[in-house]
């Protein structure tokens, strides 16, 4: 069974930073586009972050210049470095992965349980 575990979330201070960790266990042949969104409460879940088997990224306009994804594959591990934290950046994060369970090729995306990042003013 494949299962994403985040962790990293907390409260901080506006201006702080924060470092998010997604790891995707199990029975897995390789993880292709894996990556960040988050949901504040009322609000629809949204894109942050993601980032390719190669190596692309691609950022939310609201956090470029702020955020950094990258990825360890070794250890089937995506990072979100949060720096600048702003209000507006408090929301459940979750971690969404495109996974591959066999040499047949076949995708399938799965979600972690999400981590609650909470920044005060």
């Known amino acids: 069974q494949v299962q994403l575990v985040e962790s990293g979330g907390g409260l901080v201070q506006a201006g702080g930073s924060l470092r998010l960790s997604c790891e995707v266990s199990?029975?897995?042949?390789?993880?292709?586009?894996i990556g960040w969104y988050r949901q504040a409460p009322g609000k629809e879940r949204e894109l942050v972050a993601t980032i390719t088997s190669g190596g692309r990224t691609n950022y939310a306009d609201s956090v470029k210049g702020r955020f950094t994804i990258s990825r360890d594959n070794a250890k089937n591990t995506v990072y979100l470095q949060m720096n600048s934290l702003i209000p507006e950046d408090t929301a459940v994060y979750y971690c969404?992965?495109?996974?591959?369970?066999?040499?047949?090729?076949?995708?399938?995306?799965?979600w972690g349980q999400g981590t609650q990042v909470t920044v005060s003013s």
């Open positions: 969404n992965g495109r996974v591959v369970l066999g040499p047949a090729g076949y995708e399938y995306r799965y």
């Open positions: 199990g029975r897995i042949f390789s993880i292709n586009a």
